[in-house]
Structure formats: C-alpha cells, structure tokens
C-alpha cells in the first residue's frame, strides 16, 4: 500500500534534547496531520496543518506545511521521557483517483533520561 | 466531549471464522474511515464512509467490507479470515470529507488475532 517516507525511522536521544522528523512524498496535499501512537494506543493527534508554509505550535511542539505542499516537519524541543513513542504524518490529497489520507512510516522515538 | 469508541479492544479468531467490528464516531462526525495497521505495513486505508455511503476504498479484497448507519455508527466485516488479518484495525472520524480538508480522530483500535 501506499505510505509517506518518513524519517529518521527511529532516533535515540537525551532528555532535554531537540528533535526533528520530517515527511515527504511525490504528490501534493492539502492537508498535514501529526500524530503521537503508544503501543497498543491508537493515534492521538497532535497538529494539524491546511496551508503552504503554515507554522504551527502545540506546547513543545511545532509543525510545518512545506512551501511545496509535499514535504512537513515537526520538532519536538526539550524532550522528555513521556515523548516515547512512534510519531506518524498523514498527508491528504487526491490520489489514485480519490481524496484520502496516507500515512507515512512512522519514526520511533525513544528518550534516554 | 466523546471521543471515537471501538469495540470489541481484543478478539481471537481461528482461520476461516469471520468477524466484525463497530465503531461509534464523535459526536456530529459523518465521516468514517477504517484502517488496518501492521508492523510490517503500516497503516493501510480500507474504505471511507460518509453519511452511509462508501466514498472511497482502500486495496483490500472483497472479504474486507464495511457499511455505515443512519446514526453515522460504522461496522467493518472480514471474512474467511486469514493468519495475514491480524491486526490492529483502527476507526477514524472526521467532519469533513471528499476534497474538504479536515482532522482525523482515531479510537484505540481492536486487536484481531487469527490463529
């Protein structure tokens, strides 16, 4: 099936530490989603972006809505231990014939306090 | 308010069996969509419903369908199951669908494991 490439696919890092992951694809879409999944959890939203170059914050959190409509990032600043977990975008646009959500891989983030 | 209710959490089939999964969306959401999630494929979409009828749909066979009620409650149904339909098999809504952009609820999914 179809997913969003999405990087690192998992990162090691310190409590305190700033993190980075980013998602791209070959088409555009209107709409970028950020979401946080515990084992056996499902998906929590985190941010949602609709507009090019949109910059958007929750808390210690910031997304973007890249200028291309194909790529978005988020940053996490000054993790801590309870940011553990794999961190999923989705990116809605019109693809293979239909609007829909594609998921990218997901990045699995682990802090070391 | 409430957020996306699935039930049942977790449920164990064998080969063969069939099953189905319900969930409620938030309250005012007429969209409903399905997907499965595995660790070696990720989340796949399944279908799509909106105001009880089937938008759209995901490269699934024909033993996966689904159906959705006046009340914009949805239930997926998987037959002759298979080892490979163990999942986590997620319900999400939204207020929006087709074109419109719009957020994404997810429940906490149920678990099927086929043995």
């Known amino acids: 099936g179809q997913q969003l490439n999405q990087s690192p696919q998992s990162m090691f890092i310190q409590e305190g530490e700033d993190v980075s992951m980013n998602c791209t694809s070959s088409?555009?879409?209107?709409?970028w989603l950020w979401y946080k999944q515990d084992p056996g959890e499902g998906p929590v939203l985190l941010i949602a972006?609709?507009?090019?170059?949109e910059l958007t914050s929750n808390g210690r959190l910031t997304a973007q809505f890249g200028i291309t409509r194909k790529d978005s990032f988020l940053n996490i600043s000054a993790s801590i231990p309870s940011d553990v977990g794999i961190y999923f975008c989705?990116?809605?646009?019109?693809?293979?014939?239909?609007?829909?959500?594609?998921f990218g891989t997901g990045t699995r983030l682990k802090v070391l306090a | 308010k409430a957020g996306v209710t699935q039930t049942p959490r977790y449920l164990i089939k064998t080969r063969g069996q069939q099953v189905t999964l319900s969930c409620s969306p938030i309250?005012?959401?007429?969209?409903v969509s399905w997907y499965q999630q595995t660790p070696g494929q990720g989340l796949q979409f399944l279908f799509e419903?909106?105001?009880?009828?089937?938008?759209n749909k995901g490269n699934f066979p024909g033993r996966f369908s689904g159906r959705q009620f006046s009340n914009s409650r949805s239930e997926m149904n998987v037959s002759t199951l298979e080892l490979g339909d163990s999942a986590l098999y997620l319900c999400?809504?939204?207020?929006?669908?087709?074109?419109?952009?719009?957020?994404?609820?997810f429940g906490e999914g149920s678990r099927l494991t086929v043995l």
């Open positions: 419903y909106f105001s009880e009828t089937q938008r």
């Open positions: 999400a809504s939204s207020l929006a669908s087709g074109r419109a952009p719009g957020e994404l609820f």
């Open positions: 088409s555009i879409f209107n709409t």
């Open positions: 989705a990116g809605r646009g019109f693809t293979s014939g239909t609007y829909k959500y594609i």
């Open positions: 972006l609709y507009k090019a170059g």
């Open positions: 309250s005012g959401h007429r969209s």
